[in-house]
């Protein structure tokens, strides 16, 4: 069975970084896309970032462009955000997903086959 576990999450200041973790046990790469999604109270789920396990071409949603990178360390199995610059409006519960065979967009969540448990991400202004 395919586990992703996330860590990372915690309280900063605006203007500060955090780097999430997930590391994926039962996952076989295969041309097929991880990505984190976040969830705000009230909100629905969003995408915020993919990347394509063969390529390692990557996406993000323009909110984060130029402050949120994502990579993929296939050695450690571990897929990695790391958030710069971070805002109060990028509070929220921050997930690992991925998909079994292909690559989703960030706009459909429920095509995505995996899901960690998340992690709270909280930004204070």
């Known amino acids: 069975a395919v586990q992703l576990v996330e860590s990372g999450g915690g309280s900063v200041q605006a203007g500060g970084s955090l780097r999430l973790s997930c590391v994926a046990s039962?996952?076989?790469?295969?041309?097929?896309?991880m990505a984190w999604f976040r969830q705000a109270p009230g909100k629905e789920r969003e995408g915020v970032a993919r990347?394509?396990?063969?390529?390692?071409?990557?996406y993000y949603t323009d909110s984060v462009k130029g402050r949120f990178t994502i990579s993929l360390d296939k050695a450690k199995n571990t897929v990695y955000l790391q958030m710069d610059s971070l805002a109060p409006e990028d509070t929220a519960m921050y997930y690992c997903?991925?998909?079994?065979?292909?690559?989703?967009?960030?706009?459909?969540?429920?095509?995505?086959?995996?899901w960690g448990q998340g992690t709270q991400v909280t930004v204070s202004s």
């Open positions: 990347v394509h396990t063969g390529a390692g071409v990557t």
């Open positions: 997903a991925a998909d079994r065979w292909r690559c989703p967009n960030l706009y459909s969540p429920s095509a995505y086959d995996y």
């Open positions: 039962g996952y076989t790469y295969s041309n097929n896309c």
